[in-house]
């Protein structure tokens, strides 16, 4: 089996915070490495100079391993890129394009690549480039998501690599890490269950959305025109995906119609009008918790879990 996560970027945990934009900001990043994972800055929708102020102000916060989430859909990639390779962040992870151009670079300014893959094929890619790790996301993820689920993406993509494989989506509790590692995985990339802790700057609208929710509550958009993304049921979404499967709105209409939604729920707080993106992996929300707190409830479940599973008999 790879090597644990823990081993490849020195944390205490087997965990990676998802990086979200316009939510994953030096605070939130430095509570969840202080707290024994490895916490991610986003740069999604970011400039240059708010990248370089984020992991100085990160380096300020936690003297722990902590990266940098850069999407590769980004005009300013090259930009951001470079100003990563001068600040030397511990670890990147690169998503939506073609992570390969980058890891070389990365690489020189002694920078871990941990590219998010969506299949074998590219997993095998990243391998024979040289990544130091892959984020493996299925379905059940929140935001931006692809076409197979967890469970087969584990099934599928962790025997054909030796490379560290981080599992992603639908993770919300100790027993999911549990699963993830017992089938293979080096450590697990958690995003929807850290949204409501105390250091997560969204909006307290959207942390009581969260709570409120119910297992049943996300919905996916955009599946017609190749660009789905998962959020929580609202007057923005269900209206959105009605339009969607009436065939009454072409591609353009609709991504115009999506365009600054993320950011008017997670920043604005408008929780009615604004996509509220999350995971499938609700239930688990309850209330607003330290960091620190949500991480050691995270471990000790994960830990009996294992306990658990060493005694079952087949």
Known sequence: MAKSICEVLGIKY???????????????????????GAGIISCGGRTTEYVRDEIRKCRELTDKPFGVNVMLM?????????????EKPAFVTLGAGNPVPYVEPLHEAGIKVIPVVPNVKLAKRLQDNNADAIVVEGMEAGGHIGVLTTMALMTQV?????IPVV???????????AAALLMGAAGVQ?????LIAEECPVHENMKQKLIEAVD???????????????????KFSTEYQALEF??????????KMATGTNKLAAVDGD?????VQAGQSLTPLKKIEPMAVIMENLMAEARATLAGAAEIKI
């Open 216 to 234: 049943t509550d996300t919905i996916v958009t955009g599946q017609t025109i190749k660009s789905a993304v998962r959020g929580v049921k609202n």
């Open 158 to 162: 962790i025997p054909e690599v030796e």
């Open 74 to 86: 980004a005009p300013n990639k090259d930009e951001i890129v470079e100003v990563i390779c001068q």
């Open 14 to 36: 087997p965990v990676i915070q998802g990086g979200m934009a316009w939510i994953s900001d030096a605070v939130m990043a430095a509570a969840v490495s202080n707290a024994g």
């Open 271 to 275: 929780v009615e009008n604004g996509m």
């Open 190 to 194: 958690i995003g929807t269950r850290f």
């Open 246 to 255: 009436s065939g009454k709105a072409d591609k353009e209409t609709l991504l």
């Open 167 to 177: 599992m992603a989506g639908g993770i919300a509790d100790g027993r999911g890490i």
